[in-house]
């Protein structure tokens, strides 16, 4: 069974940072792109950060560029999402999603996390 | 960046009405889009990609089309069980940026 298991959110300040962790198993992790996707409360989706299965694409949205650094380790089935310079309007459940199909980045995502929520106030 | 536009933003039909969505790409993006459920209080469900594609184990009552700027999703006949929200998502290669549409939340009339 696929399993994708979020940790690492909490409660922070405005400007300091946190790491949020996707912990991967039921599937060959090496093989699938994995994305962050965040839901304020009340609010639709917003994809975050996406990397490709061997790193070599990796993307952002505007809103997180330059704050957010996304990475993964093979050996430990794990994605990582380094947020920066956090702001009030980062609060937000985050999930992390893994792509529909081995070895593209550009792709649904058929497996969802069930997310670890963050939350910035001082 | 690509704008994915969605509407409505909400809508209530019967059960057993045909239902449909659409999404609107700022540019083309040929058929890199997904649809996603998202019922109240749950993770959302992978239900169409490529567009026109049933993810496994989705009831074929769903169905997608499209291609270029516009697409749609359709439900056939409005089940209990589809009171959800509705996201498209685009993952084109423009960027490597990906974009959700901003939902459209079915309810039953």
């Known amino acids: 069974e696929v399993q994708l298991v979020e940790s690492g959110g909490g409660l922070v300040q405005p400007g300091r940072s946190l790491r949020l962790s996707c912990a991967a198993s039921?599937?060959?992790?090496?093989?699938?792109?994995i994305h962050w996707v965040r839901q304020a409360p009340g609010k639709g989706l917003e994809w975050v950060s996406g990397?490709?299965?061997?790193?070599?694409?990796?993307g952002y949205a505007d809103s997180v560029k330059g704050r957010f650094t996304i990475s993964r380790d093979s050996a430990k089935s794990s994605v990582y999402l380094q947020m920066n310079s956090l702001r009030a309007e980062d609060a937000a459940l985050y999930y992390c999603a893994k792509a529909g199909g081995a070895g593209s980045y550009y792709m649904g995502m058929d497996a969802w996390g069930q997310g670890t929520t963050v939350t910035v106030s001082s | 960046d690509i704008q994915m536009t969605q509407s409505p933003s909400s809508l209530s039909a019967s059960v057993g009405d045909r239902v449909t969505i659409t999404c609107r790409a700022s540019q083309g993006i040929s058929n890199f889009l997904a649809w996603y459920q998202q019922r109240p209080g749950k993770v959302p469900k992978l239900l169409i990609y490529a567009a026109s594609t049933l993810q496994s184990g989705v009831p074929s009552r769903f169905s997608g089309s499209g291609s270029g700027t516009d697409f749609t999703l359709t439900i056939s006949s409005l089940q209990p069980e589809d009171v959800a929200t509705y996201y498209c998502h685009d993952y084109s290669t423009a960027a490597a940026a990906h974009t959700f549409g901003g939902g459209t939340k079915v309810e039953i009339k």
């Open positions: 039921g599937f060959t992790f090496g093989n699938y792109a």
């Open positions: 990397i490709s299965w061997n790193s070599d694409t990796i």
